[in-house]
T-cell receptor
Framework: GQSLEQPSEVTAVEGAIVQINCTYQ??????LSWYQQHDGGAPTFLSY????GLEETGRFSSFLSRSDSYGYLLLQELQMKDSASYFC??????????FGKGTKLSVKP | DTEVTQTPKHLVMGMTNKKSLKCEQH?????MYWYKQKAKKPPELMFV???????INESVPSRFSPECPNSSLLNLHLHALQPEDSALYLC?????????????FGPGTRLLVL
C-alpha cells in the first residue's frame, strides 16, 4: 500500500520560515505534490516535485528525495493568510492522488 | 478560466431521498474526479473519469452512482444514503489522467444525511 506521514500541527509567527516534512511509503509514484486547504475551502495546488531536488514558487518551495522517501514544503515570510492545512500528496500512475493526513499550520501575529 | 463549479453548495437529505451533485469545468480537461472529505480528514478518492469513461472506482458503495454526460460535466447520483455519508464532496479535474497532473478542485458540496 501507500502511506504518508506528516506532522499534525505546526505553529509559527508572522514573517518566520516554517518547514513541513513528509515521509512516505510507496511501491511507485509519479511525484509528490503539496496542496493547501483553508477551513471550509477546497484544496488548491501549491507545488509539485517529479524529480529529486528543490522547486521554488514564490514564497513556497518544495523538496523531494526519492532515495530517502522524504519531502518537505518550505514557507517563507509567513503571513496570517497562510494559516491553513497543508497536505503532501503522492501522485499515482492512474492520475489518482493519495493525500497525507494534513498539517494544520497556525500563524500567530 | 481555471474554475471548477459545483452545485449545490449545501444539501440536506433523508435516507430515502434521491439527489444529485453536479460538477462542471470549462478548461478542456479530460479527467474528472470525485472525492469525499470528512471533517479534519484528507480527501479520499471515490471515482476517476478519463475521456468520459469510468477508470477508477475505489470500492465505493452502490448508493453512490457517478455519471459523466460529457467532457465538461460530472454528476454524482445519491440514493438511500446513510448518516455516515455526511461529508464534503469535492469534484476535481485535470488536463489528463497522468501521474503528476495538477488537479483543480471545486468548492465542494457539503452534504448532511438525516
Amino acid at each position: 500500500g501507500q502511506s504518508l506521514e506528516q506532522p499534525s500541527e505546526v505553529t509559527a509567527v508572522e514573517g518566520a520560515i516554517v518547514q513541513i516534512n513528509c515521509t512516505y511509503q510507496t511501491s511507485g509514484f509519479y511525484g509528490l505534490s503539496w496542496y493547501q486547504q483553508h477551513d471550509g475551502g477546497a484544496p488548491t495546488f501549491l507545488s509539485y516535485n517529479a524529480l529529486d531536488g528543490l522547486e521554488e514558487t514564490g514564497r513556497f518551495s518544495s523538496f523531494l528525495s526519492r532515495s530517502d522517501s522524504y519531502g518537505y514544503l518550505l514557507l517563507q515570510e509567513l503571513q496570517m493568510k497562510d494559516s491553513a492545512s497543508y497536505f503532501c500528496v503522492l501522485g499515482g500512475s492512474q492520475g489518482n492522488l493519495i493525500f497525507g493526513k494534513g498539517t494544520k499550520l497556525s500563524v500567530k501575529p | 478560466d481555471t474554475e471548477v463549479t459545483q452545485t449545490p453548495k449545501h444539501l440536506v437529505m433523508g435516507m430515502t431521498n434521491k439527489k444529485s451533485l453536479k460538477c462542471e469545468q470549462h478548461m478542456g480537461h479530460r479527467a474528472m474526479y470525485w472525492y469525499k472529505q470528512k471533517a479534519k480528514k484528507p480527501p479520499e478518492l471515490m471515482f476517476v473519469y478519463s475521456y468520459e469513461k469510468l477508470s477508477i472506482n475505489e470500492s465505493v458503495p452502490s448508493r453512490f452512482s457517478p455519471e459523466c454526460p460529457n467532457s465538461s460535466l460530472l454528476n454524482l447520483h445519491l440514493h438511500a444514503l446513510q448518516p455516515e455519508d455526511s461529508a464534503l464532496y469535492l469534484c476535481a479535474s485535470s488536463q489528463d489522467r497522468r501521474g503528476g497532473e495538477t488537479q483543480y478542485f471545486g468548492p465542494g458540496t457539503r452534504l448532511l444525511v438525516l
